[in-house]
């Protein structure tokens, strides 16, 4: 692991979670990126923050790039980094990959501010905030493992 990335999310693909096809939903990839992407901002905002009710994220944009089926039982990493940081924004990457074997199932692109709850607008990323994500920071293109389902 580099200092670009960390392990967000690890799960499995239960059958209850597929549809008819027996393939995982496109509502339990967004499910599982989104308890990914609150451990990456936790890590980002800092412990500090999690008594604030006053500050929080938006989401303002979010791509996925679905690579790979998911079926019942698959073992499931996402593991997430930071690719762009702007005065207010933080847009970041998440990929998921088989646990077991890496290949690449889903990529996940979000771009989401920093937000004043109560004034119910963007916010500036506080200094400390900014100097975390910068370590997650990467510029590197993600190394991706595409097989054909």
Same mark, same amino acid.
């Given at each position: 692991?580099?200092?670009?990335?960390?392990?967000?999310?690890?799960?499995?693909?239960?059958?209850?979670?597929?549809?008819?096809?027996?393939?995982?939903?496109?509502?339990?990839?967004?499910?599982?990126?989104?308890?990914?992407?609150?451990?990456? #901002?936790?890590?980002?905002?800092?412990?500090? $923050?999690?008594?604030?009710?006053?500050?929080?994220?938006?989401?303002?944009?979010?791509?996925?790039?679905?690579?790979?089926?998911?079926?019942?039982?698959?073992?499931?990493?996402?593991?997430?980094?930071?690719?762009? #940081?702007?005065?207010?924004?933080?847009?970041?990457?998440?990929?998921?990959?088989? $646990? #077991?074997?890496?290949?690449?199932?889903?990529?996940?692109? $979000?771009?989401?501010?920093?937000?004043? +709850?109560?004034?119910?607008?963007?916010?500036? #990323?506080?200094?400390?905030?900014?100097?975390?994500?910068?370590?997650?920071?990467?510029?590197?293109? &993600?190394? +991706?493992?595409?097989?054909? &389902?």
């Amino acid at each position: 692991m580099s200092l670009q990335d960390l392990t967000t999310y690890v799960g499995v693909a239960h059958p209850w979670m597929c549809d008819t096809m027996g393939h995982m939903n496109v509502r339990h990839y967004a499910a599982m990126f989104d308890d990914a992407s609150f451990q990456l #901002l936790g890590h980002i905002a800092g412990a500090e $923050t999690e008594t604030d009710r006053g500050r929080g994220w938006a989401d303002v944009r979010s791509e996925v790039e679905y690579k790979h089926e998911t079926k019942a039982g698959a073992l499931i990493t996402i593991r997430s980094r930071v690719i762009k #940081l702007g005065r207010s924004s933080v847009t970041f990457e998440q990929i998921m990959s088989g $646990t #077991l074997d890496g290949v690449v199932h889903a990529v996940n692109r $979000t771009t989401t501010v920093r937000f004043d +709850l109560r004034a119910r607008a963007a916010i500036a #990323l506080e200094p400390d905030a900014r100097e975390r994500a910068e370590a997650l920071l990467s510029t590197e293109p &993600a190394r +991706l493992r595409d097989q054909s &389902a």
